[in-house]
């Protein structure tokens, strides 16, 4: 289920992420922030002093939640395989804990993908463990024990099978889960088999 907001600064955040995806990135304003957030500006300053500055700390955040348990999942001695169900564990888990994510990024690669990019290029500090895990796909699939395939599909793939009934879930609650939230992350939560085999299927040497 979603995370229950437990700092100033989260709260914030979570209302930025809102603002962004309601308004685009020019259109918001602080003053939008600081309502959604249920605070003063001059509160919203003391935290943070720009539209930027808010930017910067959402990605930042996704890093600080997310890469951590990624880098468990590379250090681990595991065939590619048996990581699979691992990443998407924790991917699920972190777009449960924040479903705006997705639409947020979405907006912001269709507005300005080029500020998007310079953001995510500041955080370049955790690159190391992606290397981990492409170096290990690489080298799998030059083993034969993955099937030899451009790594864009397979994260595209990934991504596709497991950001798209978040993206989608206003409808999908109306078509199938008689507008209930909790029933949607039940299914989400649930959905990690799915993706996991659908991942195998594609990545199983044939």
């Not at 939640?65 to 595991?78: I, K, M, N, S, Y």
């Not at 991917?91 to 995510?120: G, T």
């Not at 034969?144 to 790594?151: A, E, I, Q, S, V």
């Amino acid at each position: 289920m979603i995370r229950l907001l437990t700092s100033p600064e989260e709260k914030i955040l979570e209302a930025a992420k809102a603002v962004f995806v309601k308004k685009g990135f020019e259109a918001a304003t602080m003053s939008d922030i600081a309502k959604e957030a249920g605070i003063s500006r001059t509160a919203l300053n003391y935290y943070y002093r720009t539209k930027d500055n808010l930017f910067e700390a959402i990605f930042g955040q996704l890093v600080q939640r997310f890469l951590p348990r990624l880098e468990q999942v590379a250090d681990t001695p595991l065939p590619f395989l048996e990581k699979i169900e691992m990443i998407t564990t924790q991917y699920i888990n972190l777009l449960m804990e924040s479903p705006l994510l997705p639409m947020f990024i979405v907006s912001e690669v269709n507005r300005d993908a080029e500020h998007l990019f310079e953001v995510v290029k500041k955080l370049k500090e955790n690159d190391y463990t992606i290397f981990k895990i492409v170096t290990q796909i690489n080298d799998e699939m030059e083993k034969g024990l993955l099937r030899k395939m451009p790594l864009i599909d397979i994260v595209t793939t990934f991504i596709g099978v497991t950001v798209f009934p978040v993206l989608a879930r206003n409808l999908i609650n109306i078509l199938f889960m008689e507008g209930s939230d909790e029933k949607f992350f039940a299914y989400f939560k649930e959905r990690k088999a799915l993706v996991v085999e659908v991942m195998k299927g594609l990545l199983e040497p044939r």
